[in-house]
T-cell receptor, first 117, second 115 residues
Framework: AQKVTQAQTEISVVEKEDVTLDCVYE???????LFWYKQPPSGELVFLIR??????QNEISGRYSWNFQKSTSSFNFTITASQVVDSAVYFC??????????????FGQGTRLTINP | GAGVSQTPSNKVTEKGKYVELRCDPI?????LYWYRQSLGQGPEFLIY????????DSGLPNDRFFAVRPEGSVSTLKIQRTERGDSAVYLC?????????????FGPGTRLTVL
C-alpha cells in the first residue's frame, strides 16, 4: 500500500519569510513518482512538479525548490521569500503502481499555507 | 487551449436521488481520472479510464457509484440513491497517454451536497 503524510496541517508566516512544507511517503514499489500540487482558494488543483524515484537531484524553479531524499522517504518543498499569492493548500502525492498505464495519485492531507502581509 | 471542464459546478440534491456529474477532459488526453475530496482532506482516487474502458475502478466506494466514458472523451460519474456521506467535491483529471508518471491536469470540480 502507498501512503503520503503531510504532518503540518497549517502554517502561517509573514511575507518574505522562507517556508518548508514536509512530505513523507511510504511505498514498496521500486519505481514511483512524486508530485506537488497547489490548491488556491479558487479550488482548482495546479500541478507544480513531478519527480521520479531514480532522480534524486534537487530542483529549483524561481522561488520554489524541492528536496528529494530516498533515504528518509521525503520530498520536501521550500518557498523562498514567500508572497501573499503563495497562500493556498499544498498537496504532496505519490504514484507507485507498477501496472502498465495505471497511475492513480495517492495524496497527503495537505498543508494550508497562509502568508500574511 | 481549454483545460478540464466539469459540470455542474454545484449540485444540491436530496437523499435517495440520482445524480450525474460530467467531465470534459483536455482534448487529446486519453487518460481520465475521477477523485473525491472531502472537506479538509486530500483528493481520493475513484476510477481511471484509458480510452473508453475503466482500467482501474478500485476506488469506487460501493455499487451506487458508476462511471462511463463511451467515446473515450467526455466522462459521466453516476451516483444512485445518494446519501449524505456522498457530499464532497468531485474532481476530474486528465493526462496525455497512459505512461506512468504523467502529470494529471485537474478540473475545477463539482461540489455535491446531499441534504
Amino acid at each position: 500500500a502507498q501512503k503520503v503524510t503531510q504532518a503540518q496541517t497549517e502554517i502561517s508566516v509573514v511575507e518574505k519569510e522562507d517556508v518548508t512544507l514536509d512530505c513523507v511517503y511510504e511505498t514498496r514499489d521500486t519505481t514511483y513518482y512524486l508530485f506537488w500540487y497547489k490548491q488556491p482558494p479558487s479550488g482548482e488543483l495546479v500541478f507544480l512538479i513531478r519527480r521520479n524515484s531514480f532522480d534524486e537531484q534537487n530542483e529549483i524553479s524561481g522561488r520554489y525548490s524541492w528536496n528529494f531524499q530516498k533515504s528518509t522517504s521525503s520530498f520536501n518543498f521550500t518557498i523562498t521569500a514567500s508572497q501573499v499569492v503563495d497562500s493556498a493548500v499544498y498537496f504532496c502525492a505519490l504514484s507507485a503502481t507498477q501496472t502498465q498505464g495505471a497511475q492513480k495519485l495517492v495524496f497527503g492531507q495537505g498543508t494550508r499555507l497562509t502568508i500574511n502581509p | 487551449g481549454a483545460g478540464v471542464s466539469q459540470t455542474p459546478s454545484n449540485k444540491v440534491t436530496e437523499k435517495g436521488k440520482y445524480v450525474e456529474l460530467r467531465c470534459d477532459p483536455i482534448s487529446g488526453h486519453t487518460a481520465l481520472y475521477w477523485y473525491r475530496q472531502s472537506l479538509g482532506q486530500g483528493p481520493e482516487f475513484l476510477i481511471y479510464f484509458q480510452g473508453t474502458g475503466a482500467a482501474d475502478d478500485s476506488g469506487l466506494p460501493n455499487d451506487r457509484f458508476f462511471a462511463v466514458r463511451p467515446e473515450g472523451s467526455v466522462s459521466t460519474l453516476k451516483i444512485q440513491r445518494t446519501e449524505r456521506g456522498d457530499s464532497a467535491v468531485y474532481l476530474c483529471a486528465s493526462s496525455f497517454g497512459g505512461a506512468r508518471g504523467k502529470e494529471q491536469f485537474f478540473g475545477p470540480g463539482t461540489r455535491l451536497t446531499v441534504l
